[in-house]
């Protein structure tokens, strides 16, 4: 049974939040807290004693015995580290206890955690920092309720250790160049800049028991073996069907539980492959949808355990079907509630709408390597280019509406904007619907959705703290240009104008509105100039070019020595990434695959001389036993040969960006190459026999 809740009044109760800190500071304080938080004044050490008092009376009334510094090292995923309120007087008694000093600074060992070189064994300090914009909160799990701090995490030298510093820094810089356009189109009201995100997330569910069956699962989070089931995603059967009585009771407590926390999870559905769902939330400020994504995706997988089920938020855990991607929604509001990517009705007259417009176009068109490096990961190099994911190369998706006052602009003359009509289904009893001035491109990996820009391209297991960090940084940069170059103009009209069209003509080789899976892109991509990295490999050099170097640098987002430990960090995580799996895949071909197979092929043989002695004919066991055996030798030839270059790959000796193009080129061929009569032999040996789930039960069997 559902337990039956008010969203109102769980809403936000395990949050530390405005209203909470409202009740419960004194006026004084709160408006401190305030000031830190809306205008990025310095915290006073007085002020922060009060909070932490505050916020450890609440926790505690709440359950909270713990309190931990929660932060997002370079793994992509949360850290933490749990200390108790307890502190023991001299006389055998405890009091409970948390100081200002121990909410704003915490130390961990930050050398344990990637750091692309930045931190050696022996250098091991690092320090968390209190990050006042995004409200602590409360984690009820089996352990019990521990009190969470969103923090920053830096080395003892200052160096951005994680993911939450480069966006927090990246949303001081787009705030700053943001504000100073506005000023010019005279808006004197608003006061700060705020990036607005929603990121949907797409997840497969699979069952528990059959999850513990499969090594690849377990080990990489995608099967590394399966072949095609009788049914996939061919009926469209699965896209915004009925969702099963056991996913619906999962994704009941999943609301429950993120709506206690304050995460506004709005829209829940099945997607399109078997076992796919899909869950978004409302749009909330950069910095705290960042956060909550990554509640979002632990509350995932371990709420999925209560009902017998694994979250799976690999990219693509099946082959064959659609795989798993974060579309993230992006969008610039004025803290007075302006949207400045919201084209109005007359978007040929709003200026100051198709200035920021053209801003995001040329900051794409000019930085499109460091968005598909964002972009990048292992899984997302198995995930790009069908299936309803975008391809690896990075366009632009307007619409008719935006794509032809652009071209009036190009012209010389803007008249008038495309406007949507109203569309008759042809049946009496439905109403007249209004058509959207411009259709969807579900293949463009960066698209105008009406009034902000969809990056589609974004893995499903990745933070989305990178990709919105580099998106602040470039257009950042580009508004920068325009505030410069508007600042000195003597007819402030007439220079808009100039740089709507100047910009739209230097950079409309990056909009594109056709379809992006065709061969007919590349070369047209190709000949526009555009970067195609179909690897992740590829791309991780373009994150330390002198271009990247400088607009990161340039607006105090990452330095110079942060971007190459980043670079590194990258490349080691797809040479550790392709090391487990192809090690998983020597090991469940060895011991689990080749032994079952000879196994079915002495079952066969056995069968043929019984029929020989019985006087029947064995035509067809022959037959079956001849695929196997030609089937058997090339997969124990390809098992040979994946041993031989992953050997030879761990052991590598050279630079680790050479090392990691060695496991692209030659180690993930090799895995390939074992896949495919791996594959064929699971369609011919008996089910009985083979040693672990197929696609069939792990897909349909929820």
């Known amino acids: 049974m559902y337990e039956k809740v008010s969203i109102p009044e769980i809403f936000g109760m395990n949050v530390f939040n405005d209203a909470v800190m409202r009740e419960r500071l004194p006026k004084k304080i709160y408006n401190e807290l305030k000031n830190t938080i809306e205008n990025g004044e310095r915290l006073r050490s007085d002020v922060a004693d009060i909070v932490a008092n505050a916020m450890k009376d609440w926790a505690i009334e709440r359950g909270a015995t713990h309190y931990t510094h929660w932060f997002q090292p370079m793994t992509g995923i949360t850290a933490e580290k749990h200390d108790a309120f307890l502190t023991p007087m ?6 409970m206890e948390f100081s200002g000093k121990t909410l704003v600074k915490g130390e961990s060992d930050a050398s344990s955690f990637p750091s692309g070189g930045l931190r050696t064994t022996f250098e091991a300090r690092g320090y968390t920092a209190w990050d006042c914009t995004s409200p602590a909160f409360l984690k009820e799990d089996a352990s019990g309720v521990t009190l969470c701090i969103p923090t920053a995490f830096c080395s003892y030298t200052g160096e951005a250790l994680d993911k939450k510093t480069p966006l927090l820094r990246s949303l001081e810089a787009i705030n700053l160049q943001a504000l100073r356009v506005l000023r010019l189109f005279g808006n004197t009201t608003s006061r700060r800049i705020i990036v607005s995100v929603g990121a949907e997330q797409e997840y497969f569910l699979v069952d528990r028991e059959l999850y513990k069956q499969r090594k690849d699962l377990i080990f990489t989070g995608r099967t590394l073996f399966g072949a095609k089931p009788p049914k996939g995603q061919e009926l469209d059967d699965h896209y915004f069907g009925n969702i099963k009585e056991r996913i619906a009771c999962f994704m009941h407590e999943l609301n429950v539980e993120l709506w206690k926390l304050g995460v506004s999870a709005k829209t829940q559905h099945n997607e399109v492959a078997p076992a796919q769902h899909e869950l978004a939330p409302v749009y909330a400020d950069a910095n705290i949808a960042t956060d909550h994504n990554q509640l979002i995706m632990e509350a995932l997988k371990r709420i999925a355990s209560h009902h017998g089920l694994v979250c799976l938020l690999h990219e693509k855990p099946f082959a064959g079907v659609n795989g798993s991607g974060k579309h993230d929604n992006w969008s610039l509001c004025t803290d007075d509630g302006q949207n400045l990517l919201d084209p109005g009705k007359t978007p040929h007259e709003n200026a100051q709408f198709l200035l920021f417009l053209v801003a995001v176009i040329k900051a794409v068109d000019v930085h499109a390597d460091l968005l598909r490096m964002v972009a990048a990961n292992p899984g997302n190099d198995h995930r790009l280019g069908a299936a309803e994911a975008p391809p690896a190369i990075i366009s632009i998706f307007l619409g008719d509406q935006l794509e032809d006052i652009l071209k009036q602009f190009e012209a010389g003359h803007v008249e008038n904007s495309i406007q949507g009509e109203k569309m008759q289904i042809g049946v009496s009893t439905l109403p007249a619907l209004k058509k959207d001035a411009t259709d969807r491109n579900r293949t463009s990996p960066f698209a105008f959705t009406g009034n902000k820009f969809e990056f ?26 325009f505030a410069d170059e508007l600042e000195k103009a003597e007819d402030f009209n007439a220079c808009v104008h100039e740089l709507i069209r100047k910009t739209y003509v230097e950079h409309k080789r990056i909009l594109f509105d056709g379809n ?6 590349v070369k047209e991509a190709e000949r526009r100039g555009l970067p195609n990295f179909r690897y992740m490999v590829d791309a991780i050099p373009s994150l330390i070019t002198e271009k990247a170097i400088g607009v990161f640098t340039r607006h105090g987002v990452l330095s110079d020595v942060e971007l190459h430990s980043r670079a590194e960090i990258t490349y080691e995580a ?9 090690r998983t895949m020597l090991d469940m071909a060895s011991k689990q695959i080749r032994p079952a197979v000879m196994k079915y092929s002495g079952m066969l043989a056995n069968d043929i001389n019984s029929i020989i002695a019985a006087g029947g004919d064995p035509s067809v066991e022959k037959e079956i036993l001849g695929k196997v055996t030609e089937n058997l030798k090339e997969f124990n030839n390809a098992l040979k040969h994946l041993a031989e270059v992953t050997d030879k790959a761990v052991n590598f000796e050279g630079e680790t960006a050479e090392k ?20 064929e032999l699971e369609l011919i040996v008996d089910q009985k026999v083979w040693p672990f789930p197929t696609y069939g039960e792990l897909l349909f069997n929820i």
């Open 90 to 95: 001299g006389d055998g008694t405890a009091i």
């Open 456 to 481: 589609r391209m974004v893995p499903s297991s990745m933070s989305i703290a990178g990709p919105n960090f580099f998106i602040n940084t470039i257009v950042a940069d580009v508004l920068k240009e």
């Open 516 to 521: 992006g899976y065709s061969e007919e892109w």
């Open 574 to 582: 797809y040479i550790n990434q392709i090391t487990i799996e192809a």
């Open 660 to 679: 990691a193009v060695y496991f692209k080129d030659a180690v993930a061929v090799a895995m390939e190459e074992l896949r495919k009569p791996a594959d």
